[in-house]
């Protein structure tokens, strides 16, 4: 069983807040500083380039893909790390793509985190000869899996609403009609149990900064399934990939594997907060946060319906066709939020109309759910959000 009290107690909140934002940029682990500063003192002032090998930094793409790889079901050795993910699901699209070269069609879903599509159109106008990017509706996703699809490309769980879609179920589906699956796991890494291995998912790619708490830019990940490991094509041949970076042979060769899929060098202050994050999630079992993450989900959602009857729930009703966020409609939602965070409440809106809460179980529990409800009670109750300072919009939301 995992032990809430002591998960709480590995993160550095500040007093007074309620953080509801996980799901957006983890919180501190208490580790990570120490950790982080221990690469740059001694690490980096005294081995200086000697780091790389000594340290361990070289490696630490590596090292740490398998440390991941063991909370996602995936084999070991068929997951590495870096770069954004945005990057990671060009790559792994890139890849998927070369592997059913007859065909053109991208399928994804109109909920799609719109970097993901960007990418997605980027790479098709890249490769021509009528490569596209197809996008349905969520529900309609299985029904547009014709043989005309080389991809299908989806975010298990949607980043406005939380909506989840069933990864192995499509996973299969696409199987049926010979398409290759990539998944975004941004919002379903330490939110809900991911079993890639099982679902027999062809590529994946996933944050480190939401749930799993690595720090804001903390690098992203990517997997690639051992039956298509050796053949995967990497569009982005950078030095770190090649089978031999220190040859500096002019010509390209792949590394064997996922190894292959590591672009330039790797951000290891980054992956040293990387580091000390996951040991608190070798502490934990995700169906255990994923358990009292509905509980939380419930209770919050059923708080708010009973005392703001102003907002509108945007999320599944169905707690298991949710991930871990929760988001209501509201017209005024980005004043309101203002007027909650404000109050030590920190949730975040997502255009156009959606406030949107994250309840991560490592660092939040039933107090925390209660006490938010209190606040945006009172805050719509009061009409507090009416105030012209709450209206004005920042550059981040
Ligand atoms: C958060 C998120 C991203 C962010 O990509 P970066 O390149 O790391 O900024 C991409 N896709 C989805 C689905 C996300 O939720």
């Known amino acids: 069983m995992t032990d809430f009290a002591w998960t709480r107690d590995q993160f550095l909140l500040p007093d007074g807040v309620i953080y509801l934002d996980g799901n957006s940029l983890g919180p501190m682990p208490k580790a990570a500083p120490d950790r982080v500063a221990r690469v740059l003192q001694p690490e980096w002032r005294d081995m200086l380039i000697g780091g790389w090998v000594k340290a361990g930094w070289h490696m630490m793409p590596e090292t740490l893909g398998d440390r991941i790889a063991a909370l996602i079901g995936a084999e070991p050795g068929h997951v590495v790390v870096g770069d954004t993910l945005s990057i990671k699901v060009y790559q792994a699209l890139a890849a998927a793509l070369a592997l059913r070269p007859e065909r053109r069609v991208i399928l994804s879903d109109t909920g799609n985190f719109p970097s993901d599509l960007y990418m997605a159109e980027g790479l098709a106008r890249t490769l021509g000869h009528g490569t596209r990017l197809v996008t349905v509706a969520p529900e309609d ?235 945006l009670a009172e805050i719509m109750k009061d009409r507090l959000w009416d105030n012209p300072d709450y209206k004005v919009k920042a550059i981040v939301t």
């Not at 995967?232 to 590394?255: C, E, I, N, S, V």
């Not at 309101?336 to 997502?350: E, S, T, W």
Request: net charge negative; glycine share 6%.
């Open 141 to 375: 996703v299985a029904e547009a899996l014709t043989d005309e699809v080389a991809v299908l490309m989806l975010t298990e769980v949607d980043y406005r609403t939380g909506r989840r879609h069933d990864v192995a179920a499509l996973t299969a589906r696409a199987h049926e009609v010979s398409a290759l699956t990539v998944w975004d796991l941004a919002h379903s890494f330490g939110a809900v149990p991911v079993d890639l291995a099982a679902a027999n998912v062809d590529f994946a790619a996933g944050c480190t900064y939401k749930y799993i708490n690595a720090g804001p830019g903390a690098p992203a990940f990517i997997y690639v399934a051992p039956r298509h490991a050796e053949k995967a094509d990497t569009a982005l041949q950078g030095w770190q990939g090649h089978d031999a970076p220190f040859a500096f042979d002019p010509a390209y060769r792949p590394a064997s594997k996922v190894a292959r899929m590591r672009v330039g060098t790797p951000p290891v202050l980054q992956l040293a907060a990387l580091d000390a994050a996951l040991d608190v999630w070798d502490q934990v079992d995700i169906h255990d946060v994923r358990a009292r993450s509905i509980a939380l989900s419930e209770r919050f959602i059923a708080g708010v319906e009973e005392t703001c009857p102003q907002l509108r729930l945007a999320s599944p009703r169905d707690p298991e066709r949710r991930g871990s966020q929760v988001s209501f409609h509201f017209e005024h939602g980005y004043a309101a939020m203002q007027a909650l965070i404000a109050r030590g409440v920190v949730g975040d809106f997502r255009a156009p109309d959606i406030m949107r809460f994250g309840l991560t179980p490592l660092y939040i529990g039933e107090a925390e759910v209660d006490r938010a409800v209190e606040i």
